[in-house]
């Protein structure tokens, strides 16, 4: 069979008078200049009377992974994409998707722009660009609510979520799932549109529904936008679909597009789209092989332990958890037990799926029982003497060659692994809370672990769909190191003229979930007490410190849970406390404070630029490999905005006046 060259990505062969196109241009198929050009130069070819219609489809394990994000920062060069689809859905002849893995973005919006699609069962469908910032730019948002609905177009462009083949295919997205042959069934079905009227999915009219349940939808996604423009306008082009003609709304869509495209929150959400795709690469890892793990230990099955028991069962691991008693040990596993129980009412997987997982599940009450673990991670009580205890009585039942991970926030994993006979051996894996749904995980790469151990650590993050960030050794790693900057800073501008509400409110503007103060009064106040407590002998008598924090505690506010703290709760609803004022007042006059209001901006600057100059020390130390990598920790377990960047992108580009 020969083979037909069309530029540097794409060829085709015929089969039976069957033009089929191969998109080959590696790594994920993105739609490149070459593409465009080779699917233009084989449209032409095909309008020759030997070709009876096309298949597309992707080489590798991706179809399209969409447009190519790094030609983004350069003018768009012609051959355009929607001009590319609308000469595809406009030909002649049949043209046949036959999506062989993951059609996203432009890869999605070529698939629709076919006249019938045929997908393998393991191939998913998604507009995700409003995670990059911008709206789908080659006629998606026209084209996707004509084929699928508004509500549920709306609901996929608005927040960017994937489908797999069987929902696609409930959702009228995709014609066939082709179980094994998947070009042999694309062939099928341009045999069977020859010769019929063509089903171009710009000339379909869009099902109306009413304007309420299009505006539920909505606001459900708006609701969770937090200050990001790309959910709003793609929700205002999905509803246009409904109302102007095809071209128009092509016409609009593309104008929206190219505005988002160089808008700073374009920017941001590029950066962190390359961040997280760089922090996967460590250097000095490239010749460490990964340990095999199979059984996974997990001592102490609390809020954390069970929340990592839970993750490990979703990545297809056996589990163990331990207790210290019987009872423990059967309460551990009802709350394992809940866990499942709750994602299988968020339909996760189904009830089969939970059993399946609780077979794979032992929750003992002595550690002999982690003697076949090949790693295992402690989230015990955050006490040194609690956690070398256990350290050194693992060494003991676990096999030589087993790993050790503490899940500890501020002790020193260091001095945890120097109470065992292997240091090398002991690595830390810092989740977040709840692990099970929480994505990131700081991995600490102590003084003496060794490079597979890390390498190891790194790949189980992986397979537990962790994004796994890389951080050397220092009091509380990246993220609560961050935190903390973010917290003292927070708190000089309370005694210096703001006060806490200003703080959150600035934030919440700037697209946190939640202001500090808040998310303090949430956590409880007293952690953070009886920590400074601790610390008191040790503290440096002449730095600065915040009183008004132990002065709420000694007045037993302690935020949400008694009612009172930063903030009051009467009926639940956090509320403005004068008393609170007038503490803060009074705080700063004892301590000769004139205070200041802040000027417009100032609070977000202040506080980026905090966040950002702990950074550059934890760089400078050698505690983070990049400064993308401080941004992702920040966002993914902090709630630092995605569309801003990270603290590090934000404090560069940000111009606090505008916020
Ligand atoms: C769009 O389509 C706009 C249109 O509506 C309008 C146009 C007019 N471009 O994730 P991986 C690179 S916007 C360039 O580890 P996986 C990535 O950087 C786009 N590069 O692989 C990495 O490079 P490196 C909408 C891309 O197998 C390598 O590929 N599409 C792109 O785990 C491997 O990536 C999206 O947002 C790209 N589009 O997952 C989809 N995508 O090795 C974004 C990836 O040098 N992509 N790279 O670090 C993905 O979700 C995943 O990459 C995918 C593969 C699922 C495709």
Sequence with gaps: MDTLTFSDSISATTRDGVLLVLIDNPPVNATSLGVRTGLMAALDYATQDTVRGIVITGAGKTFVGGADIREFGKPPEAPFLPDVYLRLEQFGKPVVAAVNGAALGGGCELALACHGRVASPTASFGLPEVKLGIVPGAGGTQRLPRLVGVTTAVEMIGTGRSVKASEALRVGLVDRIAPEELTAEAIALVEALTGKDLRRTGELVATRISDADIDAAAAKILAKARGQTAPGEAVRLVKAALTLPFADGLVEERRTFLRLRDSQEAAALRHVFFAERAAGKVEALEKATPRTIECVGVVGTGLMGSGIAVSALNAGYRVIGVEQSVEGAAKGRERIAGLLDKAVQAGRFDAAGRDERLRRLTVASDLGALHDADLVIEAVFDDFDVKTDLFRRLDEVVQADAILATNTSYLDPDAIAAATRRPERVVGL????????????????????????????????????????VCGVTEGFIGNRIFSAYRREAEFMVEDGALPHEVDQAMEAFGFPMGLFAVSDMAGLDIAWARRKRQAATRDPNARYFEIADRLCEAGRLGQKTGQGWYAYPDGKRTIDPDVTALIVAERARKGIAPRSPVPGEIVKRLLTAMADEGRSLLSEGIAARASDIDLVMINGYGFPAHRGGPMFAAETTNAAAV
């Design 430 to 469: 810092h989740f977040f809370s709840p692990a099970n749904i929480m994505r990131l995980v700081e991995v600490v790469n102590c003084t003496r672990t060794q490079s597979d151990v890390l390498a190891t650590a790194l790949a189980f993050a992986k397979r537990l769909g962790k994004l796994a960030i």
